[in-house]
């Protein structure tokens, strides 16, 4: 006889994703490219401002920390806004942000310009998993994140490198035209397409607070930090190790850039195929794996063949459990998601930021070059910290089952067992 949880994983491989998700993915695709497409760009940015090249990773470093005070205090400022405005006005915000860092030639005024398309970036994130995984229903709540994830990866498929070309071949400034433009576009495109909501109660703030009481959201969110500031303190610095340690030509940049970007899109649709029936085992694989990698780049990253070899393999694994995560975050939550949905980004950029700034300071240290993965390498293994509590928990069942979520209510509540979705067929 089939669990639940078997079940459940088979109903979600059959069932199509609705239109919603897909619309959604591609504000993700835009968020996801202007927050890194300054990787590649770093050393045109320092000479063309007239900074250091690790006080030009600060553009990372501030869209990271707007993301994690945005996610939050946006999730809770728009909690009762209809979701499609919410949806809207993010997109704009975000043209706006784009603008105005294009027209500037101060240093000051582009790292606010970073902050407020960062917030912007938390509200569209927060709602958008919401307004996704209720219309996928709760068989498919891993795909509907992947799907969105999706958009982040393919971002530094598509986005990322062609960015980096441009801005190359150009200006800095051109990519940051084109997304302001892209995103203006998006806003009609998610106007249109996002349906009216069905009338549902008031959100409850208190209800959202509320539903971060379990230690197993706090257990997740840490692990995310943890991986993500891991994988992303390395990419955050991938330029000068290519170019610099490597001897990666400057125009074949992009190129890596593209197939890290293909390797993290395998890993977040493995990820998103069998993080439903598989959780725990997906985020111990993804997150032993990733820390082996960073590891090798440590050592191994002086010739460019095995370099471009391990960049791949990284966006592979770093991002195979990024679906899972998200899926995780919102069933824990319970019938209160939204707020447990923007701290899952907002916690990855925690990890950015901190891992970021460290690995900036490795950079400008004795270590140069191979100071950023050591630090990746030092966040990700101790992603064995979560993991091991969350083991715990699925071991001694000692939570209380966790409330429906509100896209799951009108579902049976037999397919919400205790610890069901920490546990692996």
């Not at 035209?177 to 996002?194: E, P």
């Not at 319970?334 to 447990?340: D, N, V």
Request: net charge neutral; aromatic share 6%; hydrophobic share 55%.
């Amino acid at each position: 006889m089939s669990s639940p949880a078997d079940d459940s994983a088979a109903d979600g491989s059959q069932r199509k994703l609705p239109f919603v998700a897909f619309v959604l993915a591609v504000g993700t695709f835009l968020m996801g490219s202007t927050e890194f497409v300054v990787a590649g760009l770093l050393p045109e940015v320092a000479d063309d401002l007239d900074v250091s090249v690790s006080r030009a990773g600060l553009l990372i470093t501030v869209f990271a920390a707007g993301m994690i005070v945005g996610s939050p205090a946006m999730a809770i400022a728009t909690l009762r806004l209809p979701r499609r405005s919410t949806l809207v006005l993010a997109l704009v915000v975000f043209a706006l942000g784009h603008v105005a860092a294009a027209l500037s030639s101060s240093f000051a005024v582009v790292l606010v310009s970073r902050v407020v398309t960062a917030l912007a970036t938390g509200a569209f994130w927060c709602v958008a998993a919401v307004v996704a995984t209720t219309a996928a229903g709760p068989s498919a709540t891993s795909r509907a994140l992947g799907l969105l994830m999706g958009g982040l990866t393919v971002a530094n498929v598509v986005g990322v490198p062609l960015g980096s070309w441009l801005g190359q071949v150009s200006d800095w400034r051109g990519p940051f035209w084109v997304l302001a433009v892209l995103s203006a576009g998006a806003a009609s495109v998610v106007g249109r397409f996002i349906p009216d909501e069905p009338k549902r109660q008031p959100p409850s703030v208190r209800a959202e607070f509320a539903a971060l009481r379990q230690l197993r959201v706090w257990s997740v969110l840490g692990f995310i930090a943890l991986l993500m500031g891991g994988v992303l303190a390395t990419y955050s610095y991938i330029s000068p190790l290519l170019t610099e340690r490597a001897g990666v030509p400057a125009g074949a940049v992009p190129l890596v850039l593209a197939g890290y970007g293909l390797g993290a899109v395998l890993g977040t649709a493995i990820g998103g195929r069998v993080g439903d029936a598989r959780p725990l085992a997906t985020m111990i694989a993804s997150a032993a794996t990733t820390t082996l990698i960073l590891l090798l780049l440590v050592f191994l990253s002086t010739t460019a063949v095995t370099t471009v070899a391990l960049v791949t393999l990284l966006g592979v694994a770093g991002f195979a459990s990024s679906p899972v995560l998200g899926a995780l975050v919102v069933r824990f939550a319970g019938s209160a998601p939204t707020l447990a949905a923007a701290l899952s980004s907002a916690s990855s950029n925690v990890g950015v930021t901190i891992g970021s700034w460290a690995a900036g300071l490795a950079l400008a240290s004795s270590l140069r070059q191979a100071g950023p993965p050591l630090v990746g390498t030092v966040a990700a293994a101790l992603t064995a910290v979560p993991l091991t509590a969350l083991a715990l928990m699925r071991a001694t069942r000692s939570e209380a089952p966790t409330p429906l979520p509100e896209a799951v209510a009108d579902q049976s509540v037999e397919a919400q067992k205790p610890g069901q979705c920490l546990t692996d067929s």
